[in-house]
């Protein structure tokens, strides 16, 4: 069987559309219709007319694709793809962390779950957290769950305080600032991008930070020709396969060959398929945690929409 043309075929019979995430396995995108990071996705997740969506990537992203299209018959294609920073908070230790700080809002990074966004005031992304914090114009922020992102997006306000929760990404942990000097010896031409889930002693010396989508934009526009790239290996295998679909001669170097979200790689096609036929792996959320967590999604697309205009 031709799992490709089977599953296009399905999603056809069905009106589905597939969003995957650029950490996925990579043979995910010929059956992909959108390809990208998680504000892209979650934008797709809204205004699809779709009856179905297969999302190929985590958990909470299918979460968020759910909350955003209720209607929707949202599909996991393997439920064991969870997401190891988003695991790190539920709701008690959050309720904890505001106790500890009361009448701060509190900003929840969108790797967090349905119930955990439901206690936040505003969701954001890696590719809109500074601005979504500068735009809420107050001195002092909550950040959950990662301590890394809400670091960075102290580092680029300097004037707001951000109070971190202590959850991280172990994948972006395992980049190291030798892992950056070492770049810099070897490869004394390339540029460093760097996600901003790595330490952010780590990303204060890459030379672009930016979400996954942001990173291969970057690259794909600089007129440099060799890069290296602090984040998860799949950005690395889509940058190196456009590079030669487009004849752009440019070499994409992962800085570190551990850098893989092993969780990102268990949706195989097989379960692609298998979840499209039989619509199994369906994600439901309860509905008045769903309606709580929609505002804080709501909140973010409106105002970066609106103001940050990303
Ligand atoms: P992006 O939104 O940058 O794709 O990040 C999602 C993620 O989980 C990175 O580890
Ligand atoms: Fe979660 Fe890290 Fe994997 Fe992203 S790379 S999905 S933050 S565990």
Redesign the pocket.
């Known amino acids: 069987m031709n799992l490709v043309e089977e599953i296009k075929k399905l999603k056809k019979a069905k009106n589905a559309i597939i969003l995957t995430?650029c950490?996925q396995n990579m043979e995910i995108d010929e059956v992909s219709d959108f390809v990208g990071d998680s504000l892209y996705l979650s934008r797709q997740a809204a205004k699809t007319n779709a009856d179905i969506i297969v999302f190929a990537?985590?958990f909470f992203m299918a979460q968020s694709a759910k909350l955003l299209s209720p209607n929707k018959k949202v599909l996991l294609p393997n439920m064991n793809s969870g997401?190891?920073?988003?695991d790190m908070i539920d709701v008690d230790n959050l309720k904890q962390f505001k106790a500890q700080n009361p009448d701060v809002p509190v900003v929840c990074y969108i790797?967090s779950t349905a119930e955990v966004k439901a206690q936040c005031d505003i969701c954001c992304t890696s590719s809109n957290a500074v601005d979504i914090v500068r735009n809420l114009n107050v001195p002092k922020v909550l950040f959950a769950p990662?301590t890394y992102l809400g670091k960075w997006v102290e580092h680029k306000l300097k004037n707001v305080e951000v109070i971190t929760f202590n959850g991280f990404?172990?994948?972006?942990l395992r980049i190291r600032i030798e892992d950056i000097q070492n770049a810099r010896t070897k490869y004394p031409n390339a540029l460093i991008l760097a996600h901003p889930?790595c330490h952010y002693e780590v990303s204060k010396l890459a030379d672009f930070v930016g979400s996954t989508k942001e990173i291969m934009e970057f690259a794909k526009k600089s007129d440099k020709k060799q890069f290296v790239i602090a984040t998860?290996k799949g950005v690395v295998e889509r940058l190196n396969r456009d590079s030669k679909l487009y004849n752009q001669g440019k070499e994409f170097i992962l800085i570190n060959e551990n850098i893989v979200?092993p969780?990102?790689k268990h949706n195989t096609l097989e379960d692609i398929y298998n979840t499209l036929l039989n619509e199994s792996n369906e994600i439901n959320i309860n509905p008045n945690i769903a309606q709580k967590a929609r505002i804080s999604i709501d909140k973010m697309l409106s105002l970066t929409s609106s103001v940050i205009n990303k």
């Not at 990404?169 to 972006?172: D, E, G």
């Open positions: 995430h950490y990537g985590v997401c190891l920073m988003a790797n990662d990404c172990p994948t972006h889930e998860e979200c969780n990102m």
